[in-house]
């Protein structure tokens, strides 16, 4: 018996996207695959930010860095404000991406046979003191990539260029860029999608287009709430191929005695173990991918990146559930349990003497990547399903222009 080509293909694309649904752990309460919409779609949209108004005590330094003055921030009353930026949603069969251009950074990440949010989204916003360069850092929620040094660096304060990015193989994206004004380092974001894969993809383009070396640090800041209950739960689970979890070296972590070591066992690695707020890093990595995993609803999100490219990896949490003081440090909606944020970068730790180095005319470029899984079962089936899928998000191919 002989099957025509275009049939052998069709069972072919059918057993691919089936056997993915099955390693995603797409459930009988869900949509089926039937009720998903096919295809790759990119659209407009807008955000609505509501946050402390802050912008008044904000300007240009004489390098272009946006700097904040505390003195004349806290001049005026607080007063929660509204605005609304242009968004595009970059969405497939499996997950919703709203990006906002303009900042650099994702601010939703939804499973669509779910419908659940994975990200924390801060419903008002504040500003924070910070150790870089601008003095602050706003507490929006989402992903963020920043640079050149410390924590947060400039880039979250900074305008992007961007453009839409797209392909004849059922693939789309988003092209963002933004010159660093400390370095003069060219910072460019791309997040594309194909229609056959069920990860947002990420190119990260550090260019050197300076006649001196530079020295630079490049970090991917993830807040995350899995399971779209508006905060962290208790038993979300920080997955990660390590041996032992290790506390930085920091007088608040003293709280962290007997809550740590193996990966798989330590009582820290469930949120709501932690008593305070906390910065924690997992030794040695094994592989370039972390988990966060809502045990209460069956969701998480799976982040991959290229472990010899970016090695430096730190987890920081509120503590659970966080003080009322707490919680004023990066909300004004109470109450809030808040999100465990995860960091991945170039570098170990936030140190100057760490800093990598980019040669003139140099380009550093690597891929990382996110997808949002939903299963049910035993610990070690849930972590077998979440170590499937890294491995795939980790070999494939990639589809970025």
């Known amino acids: 018996m002989t099957i025509a080509v275009s049939t052998l293909k069709a069972m072919i694309l059918f057993r691919f996207k089936f056997s993915l649904f099955l390693l995603l752990g797409i459930t009988s309460g869900l949509l089926s695959a039937q009720e998903i919409e096919r295809g790759i779609r990119l659209r407009s949209s807008e955000v609505s930010l509501r946050y402390l108004e802050y912008e008044h005590a904000v300007s240009l330094d004489a390098s272009g860095v946006p700097k904040m003055d505390w003195k004349q921030y806290h001049s005026r009353p607080e007063k929660v404000i509204t605005r609304k930026v242009p968004s595009k949603i970059i969405e497939n069969e499996w ?52 640079m050149p040094r410390r924590e947060h660096g400039t880039s979250h304060a900074l305008s992007w260029e961007w453009k839409l990015v797209e392909n004849d193989g059922g693939t789309v994206g988003i092209r963002m860029s933004s010159v660093e004004p400390v370095t003069g380092l060219i910072h460019q974001i791309t997040y ?89 890093m997992a030794s040695p990595l094994k592989r370039g991918y972390y988990a966060v995993f809502s045990h209460e609803t069956g969701d998480g999100l799976v982040r991959t990146f290229p472990l010899e490219v970016t090695p430096g990896f730190d987890i920081w949490g509120w503590g659970y559930p966080p003080s009322e003081q707490r919680q004023k440090e990066y909300t004004r909606a109470f109450p809030s349990l808040g999100y465990i944020e995860i960091w991945n970068g170039n570098v170990h730790g936030f140190k100057d003497h760490s ?41 494939s191919s990639s589809n970025l222009n």
């Open 95 to 146: 997950f919703r991406a709203t990006v906002i251009p303009s900042m650099g950074r994702v601010h939703s990440f939804v499973h669509m046979p779910s419908g659940r949010e994975q990200l924390w989204i801060n419903p008002i916003a504040v500003p924070l003191g910070a150790n870089n360069d601008t003095g602050f850092w706003m507490t929006w929620g989402g992903i963020e990539h920043v």
């Open 192 to 280: 594309q999608a194909n229609e056959n894969q069920p990860f947002l993809e990420v190119s990260i383009r550090i260019t050197n287009l300076g006649k001196e070396s530079v020295r630079f640090s490049h970090w991917t800041t993830s807040t995350l709430a899995p399971g779209g209950q508006g905060d962290v739960t208790a038993k979300t689970e920080i997955i990660v191929p390590a041996e032992k979890f290790v506390p930085d070296d920091r007088d608040f972590n003293e709280w962290m005695t007997g809550m740590v070591g193996d990966v798989k066992t330590a009582p820290i690695r469930f949120v709501g173990a932690w008593k305070e707020i906390g910065d924690l």
């Open 355 to 395: 800093l990598a180095i980019i040669e003139p005319g140099a380009i550093h470029e690597w891929i990382e990547r996110i997808a949002a899984i939903h299963t049910q079962g035993s610990d070690l089936l849930i972590r077998n399903k979440i170590d499937q899928l890294a491995e795939s998000m980790l070999t």
